[in-house]
């Protein structure tokens, strides 16, 4: 395990047993705390990536979106479907890294004009696609299975599963474009699943149909997508 490694570890154990320093706010909202440093260098140097589901200042996608920021992307586009906090995390991106050209941009995850107009638009300024972090999602109260509408269950299958098949089609059409500054086809796609779909009991039966759907999307497309340089991954939050 290298030296940077092992730093994370312990102060990630120290996070478990030491209360954390409050890091404060930005125009209201808290700033994101950092448990520990990164693990090597600016992983993302240089990259263009597209993140959804970035609007909760409790969320993954703005979590992630700093992470970007951190590790050296030359450009994030933070897209959400609500906008009421996007334009502040813009503005505390800016402040945090100057050097990194951050969009706000209101998309619906499942509608497929929006998804492709995002791809294209990063293509149009910076001639790349790097990363697509489809984290879009939403859920509802869990209920039972015959207490469930099949609109809501659609609504959330739209959302959850379509977005990322959507993000994922696009994603990769875009990763594989090549420019003066991007020589060779590649590119990281990411899919927002959960524990709910890998296990029974973790979530509303929609919610976890749309996990389980998110999960099968990378591995299929994982399997498609060989030989381009594209990698396809779900990540599984959970309790």
């Known amino acids: ?9 312990q102060a990630l154990s120290e996070q478990l047993v030491k209360p954390r320093e409050d890091p404060g706010q930005f125009e209201g909202i808290p700033r994101i705390p950092t448990i520990a440093g990164d693990s090597s260098g600016q992983r993302v140097k240089g990259k263009v990536v597209i993140v959804t589901g970035c609007n909760s200042p409790l969320g993954i996608g703005r979590a992630s979106a700093h992470l970007y920021a951190r590790n050296g992307a030359r450009a994030v586009f933070i897209c959400d479907y609500k906008t009421d906090h996007l334009e502040t995390h813009k503005r505390e991106l800016k402040s945090l890294y100057p050097e990194v050209e951050v969009h706000a941009q209101q998309i619906d995850a499942g509608e497929e004009t929006d998804v492709e107009r995002i791809v294209n638009e990063a293509l149009t300024k910076y ?18 299975i015959f207490e469930a509408s099949a609109d809501d269950f659609m609504k959330t299958m739209r959302t959850n599963a379509l977005g990322v098949f959507l993000a994922t089609k696009h994603g990769a059409r875009g990763m594989l ?5 991007k020589p060779y086809p590649g590119g990281s ?18 919610y976890s149909a749309s996990k389980a759907a998110v999960i099968s999307i990378m591995q299929t497309a994982c399997y498609q997508l060989t030989g381009t340089g594209i990698r396809c991954n779900a990540v599984c939050p959970g309790i």
């Open 127 to 144: 001639g790349r696609l790097d990363v697509f972090f489809a984290n879009a999602g939403i859920s509802h109260l869990p209920s039972r």
């Open 177 to 181: 474009q090549t420019s003066k500054e």
């Open 1 to 9: 395990m290298s030296a940077a490694a092992k730093a994370r570890v």
């Open 189 to 206: 796609i990411i899919g927002t699943a959960s524990v709910a779909g890998l296990r029974s009991n973790a979530g509303a039966t929609d």
